[in-house]
Each structure stands twice: as C-alpha cells, then as structure tokens.
C-alpha cells in the first residue's frame, strides 16, 4: 500500500495520482478552555466538515483596527502552538518548555494559544484522552500530573513537568480584545507593550510557559495536528467559544507543530479505517489497528521499496483507490487547511503573515538544506506494521542504546507549510530546540 519523496532545499515535486500530490509542483526552501468532549460551540464544524456559519469572522470588523506601518518583523506576533501529548512525547514537551525563552526574549508583542493533536478519534475513547478539539489551555502541568495526564502504559513521564515548571497554576488578569473591549480573562498568554496577562509580578511569562507547555502524555496516539489546528482557528473566529478574538488581523500568525508522528486528520464519514475495513492497515492480520493507517491513508509512496523516490501527500477513498472528491477522501485534504490558511492570510493587514514552524520528524540540517527527508521503509518489519514508513530522523538515546528515538516524516504537514512559503520545518531528533524556537518571531 506504500507508496519516497526525498524532501529538500529547492527540490521540486511533480504531481502525481494514486497514494496522488495535493499540490501539482512543490518547490522546498531553505479562561480555561473546556477538555468537555460533547463541547461544540455553535459555528464549529460538526463531523461534516461543515464551516462555521453563524459568529464567524476572520478578526477584523469594526474598520478601526490598528495596521502596522513598521519594517517587517515590528509587528505583533499571534502564536499556535499544536503539541503531540501522547506517549512518546514528554522529553520533547520538556525540552520545548526549556528552550521556550527563545521566543519570548523577542521585543516583539505576543499572544500565545496552545492546544493538542487530540482531536478524537474512533480508537481513543473520548472520556479517556478528553481530547481538546482545538480548545486552547493555560493551565499548569503540576495540576495536569495530579490527573494522571503524566501516565502512560503504567509507567510515570511527571518529570517532563517538574523538571522544567518552577510555579503552580497561573492567575491570568482580565484583557480586552478589539472584537470585544470589555476585559475577560481569556485562554492565552498575551506580552503587549511589555506588560503580560500574568497576575502575579513575580511569575514571569518565561515561566508561565515552562509549566503550559508540558501537555501529559495521555492524548490519543492518532495524533491530527492539522484538524487541531483548524479547529483552533475557527473557535478563535467564532464568537461563542473562549478563543474569539485570539486572532488580530495586524499580527504575524505563527502555527507552531510539535510531533513525532504523522498527520492523521480523518473524515469522521470514514471511521470504519481504523476498526472493520482494512485497506490502509499495514498487516490486515493484527487485531487492531495502529499510525500505519494515518500513513498509508494520506500519502502515494512511488517506486518498488524498500526506498522510494517520492512519497506526497495523497486522497485515497475507502476502497483504497484514488479520489478527486475532498468528501470522499478518508482523511482531509490537504486543501481543507492550506486553503483556511490562505483566507486568514487574505484578512491581514500591514504586511502581517501567515506562517507555519514544525519541530518534526525531518533530520537534522533540513531547514537549512544539509540534509534531505528521504523515505525508506523500516528495516523492522514489526515496526514498520506499527507507522508504515521508516524514521525521517532518529536521535540516539544514550538511557537505552537499542530504542532510539525516532519520528516519522511529516508528508501532510510539510506541503501546508510549503503553501505559506520556504518551510520552517525543524528536526525534533536533535537535544536543543532554541534555534527552532528563536526561528518562530524573527521575520
């Protein structure tokens, strides 16, 4: 069912059908939100996909909203970070709160939402990972290790919090937003003018995020990174949910990923992948199904394997054949969030951006074009059936020498980035993220 695109600096990738490219020719360069699962705000999208259609605005109305005139890069910057918390993330969670003052020493303002990667799915029981759906959270690691959000297959990941946290929860002050003036407390972190939303004078927003960042590791193992961020945009632009007015139509727009693994964004429509049919499953055989699905499901791997010339990202319909209908895809097209991106970037004013910064599963030097992503099946047959593709990078563990870690290539999430410009693709096998950090507020 596979179908290797060796991904790097100014390679270009022809279309293709089948396992077929999204993107004819990509060119590569150098207040609390609520964990209720049954929470559907109105204007959300519902398991149709709909798009939000009441309270719906792209962040700019009133036609007084301030515009930037400064040099690109002065402008404020609004930031989405989207964090894997499932089982194998709690170093990397731990090591993007460590580096995370490289983002916030910037001069530049700041508003910052953080989600998950959980947004539900038919293997994870929703009462068990509570998935987030795109609500954004502020709420500090400490209280989320006395829930057990730190636990994962018996075994205890608290440290990934009490390494890096230094306070307890944080006491958020009430803030205005230009949709609505009147000052609430709302889901994010916000620097503006120098003053942060921080009640206490002697919690710095540093550690604010050093004990946010730090998610657990109880999320669903299916991880949808691009459908938790869609649907953490459209709250942000629908007046019945905590995260309007998140965006401001004179600020940067920073989607920040952190995964190991690959997008898994599903059609609902098409839950039955991942239990009775098994077209996408890697060995048909196993009793369940496992992130080999969100592979073989969104991308076409050309070449006989066990390296492949080119893997792009696919829309297969559930009978395992190709389809140009988006609803009949079993995951969502690429499209559904490239072109949400594009409508955001179309609402912004003084020379604002949209852009997208992943810490993934690249090797190391891929963003400045000293390595390229090739695609190779894994030498491991057991694990090959477990992610349907080799490691994109793998980072070595000097605690257990025979399990590396590793993370597999971001296909989807890479041709979203290509489609704001040059990528901003960093490796996550690699034991300092500062630079990656540094990267999301330079212009």
């Known amino acids: ?43 959300e999208p519902d398991d149709s996909g709909d798009e939000p259609t009441s309270g719906s605005t792209m962040g700019s109305t009133t036609g007084d909203e301030p515009t930037t005139s400064g040099p690109s890069g002065t402008n404020p910057i609004d930031v989405l970070f989207v964090i894997d918390n499932t089982g194998s993330m709690a170093d990397e969670q731990a090591l993007l709160a460590k580096n995370i003052a490289a983002l916030v020493n910037t001069e530049r303002d700041l508003r910052i939402g953080i989600t998950t990667t959980d947004a539900g799915n038919p293997r994870c029981p929703a009462a068990q990972t509570t998935p987030e759906r795109g609500a954004m959270a502020t ?24 390494d890096v946290c230094e306070t307890g929860p944080v006491e958020l002050v009430p803030t205005p937003t230009s949709e609505e003036p009147e000052p609430e407390v709302r889901p994010w972190f916000e620097r503006t003018g120098g003053a942060s939303n921080i009640a ?73 992948i991942f239990s009775s049919n098994k077209v996408f499953w890697e060995d048909p055989d196993r009793p369940d199904a496992t992130s080999a699905v969100c ?38 097209p690429v499209s559904r969030y490239t072109e949400l991106l594009a409508d955001i970037q179309a609402s912004k004013t003084g020379g604002a951006r949209v852009r997208m910064l992943a810490i993934a599963g690249v090797p190391v030097g891929f963003e400045t074009g000293d390595s390229s992503l090739v695609f190779e099946d894994d030498p491991d047959p057991e694990t090959n059936d477990l992610f349907g593709i080799g490691p994109g990078c793998v980072l070595a563990n000097p605690n257990d020498p025979e399990y590396p870690q590793t993370a597999r290539p971001p296909v989807r999430m890479l041709e979203v980035g290509a489609s704001l410009g040059p990528l901003e693709f960093h490796s996550i096998c690699q034991d300092d993220f500062t630079a990656a950090i540094a990267k999301i507020a330079q212009p």
């Open 1 to 43: 069912m596979r179908t290797t695109v060796t991904w790097g600096v100014a390679l270009a990738l022809a279309g293709c059908g089948g396992k077929g490219s999204i993107l004819d020719e990509l060119t590569v360069s150098a207040g609390p939100a609520t964990n209720d699962p049954s929470y559907a705000p109105s204007g």
């Open 139 to 162: 709420g500090s690691c400490i209280t989320a290790v006395a829930q057990g959000e730190f636990s994962f297959n018996m075994e205890d990941f608290s440290y990934a919090c009490t």
């Open 200 to 272: 206490s004078e002697s919690v710095s927003l540093v550690q604010a995020l050093q004990c946010a960042l730090p998610l657990g590791v109880a999320g669903c193992g299916f991880e949808s990174p691009l459908e938790s961020m869609r649907l953490a945009l459209l709250r942000a632009m629908d007046a019945s949910t905590p995260e309007y007015g998140f965006l401001r139509p004179e600020a940067d727009l920073v989607v920040v990923i952190l995964t190991d693994e690959v997008d898994c964004s599903y059609n609902p429509a098409f839950d039955d």
């Open 295 to 332: 592979f073989n499901a969104g991308v076409k791997c050309e070449g006989p394997g066990p390296t492949y010339t080119a893997c792009p990202a696919a829309d297969w319909g559930s009978d395992g054949a190709p389809t140009d209908d988006p609803d009949a895809a079993v995951l969502w």
